[in-house]
């Protein structure tokens, strides 16, 4: 929440791909923010948001794989994994 000066009161809210795509794009800069859909309501929409993040994964030639299918359905235990490990990398 401090990072990206957001009020999320769930971990679950992370699920849109969003949050991870601007936490990537404040260590990097080079996630094209203008493709992510910030207001992603639709899984659809989050996929879109997931492959951007993918994308900028292949690019800093990260081995993390990330499970798409997992994160999108905005379960708590799939969304608190990943962030865990943004916060360690």
């Given at each position: 929440?401090?990072?990206?000066?957001?009020?999320?009161?769930?971990?679950?809210?992370?699920?849109?791909?969003?949050?991870?795509?601007?936490?990537?794009?404040?260590?990097?800069?080079?996630?094209?923010?203008?493709?992510?859909?910030?207001?992603?309501?639709?899984?659809?929409?989050?996929l879109?948001?997931?492959?951007?993040?993918?994308?900028?994964?292949?690019?800093?030639?990260?081995?993390?794989?990330?499970l798409?299918k997992?994160?999108?359905?905005?379960?708590?235990?799939?969304?608190?994994?990943?962030?865990?490990?943004?916060?360690?990398?």
């Open positions: 929440n401090d990072l990206l000066q957001i009020n999320y009161a769930k971990v679950e809210q992370c699920g849109s791909g969003a949050t991870y795509c601007q936490i990537i794009d404040s260590i990097y800069g080079d996630i094209p923010m203008s493709r992510v859909k910030m207001n992603a309501r639709l899984e659809y929409e989050y879109v948001n997931s492959t951007v993040l993918q994308n900028a994964f292949k690019a800093q030639k990260m081995d993390k794989p990330i798409v997992k994160l999108t359905k905005c379960k708590m235990q799939d969304n608190l994994k990943f962030p865990q490990w943004l916060n360690n990398f």
